[in-house]
């Protein structure tokens, strides 16, 4: 098991969290809390999965991934969005972007590690 995690997360205990349940299981876990160079953060990282929350600091999640998508280097790139707003109208706008998978906070430590192992084909 294993590969390169990119979580872009600014809560504290979310960060440790994921950290602790992917580093478990033999991930290596970078993180990187401002939505404003978070692209640039995947770009100097080439992880093998981003885990995206949708609201950071300095820039939405959402613009985050529409960024991505829209670079061809970053099209196929797994991306799992975290947020506490699990509304329909978030999950669809989240789907419509190109977000792999949509997960709402609080998670299951189990729901993380098999979407993980799930996106990157482990």
């Keep these: 098991m294993g590969g390169t995690v990119l979580l872009i ?3 504290p205990n979310i960060i440790e969290a994921i950290r602790f349940i992917l580093s478990r299981d033999g ?3 970078d993180t990187h809390s401002d939505g404003e160079t978070a692209v640039e953060a995947v770009r100097a990282r080439s992880p093998d999965l981003v885990v ?10 959402y613009d985050i991934l529409h960024d991505l998508r829209g670079d061809a280097e970053f099209r196929e790139l797994p991306v ?3 947020t ?3 509304q329909k109208k978030d999950r669809e706008l ?3 972007l190109g977000a792999s998978r949509f ?3 609080p998670f299951s430590n189990n729901e993380v ?3 993980v192992r799930q996106l990157v084909g482990q």
Excluded at 52 to 61: A, F, I, T
């Design 80 to 82: 799992l969005m975290l």
């Design 27 to 29: 991930w290596r876990v």
């Design 9 to 11: 997360e600014d809560e």
């Design 94 to 96: 989240a789907e419509k």
């Design 113 to 115: 590690l098999e979407t």
């Design 84 to 86: 506490a707003r699990g």
């Design 52 to 61: 995206l929350d949708v609201m950071l600091p300095n820039r939405s999640g």
């Design 103 to 105: 997960m709402t906070k």
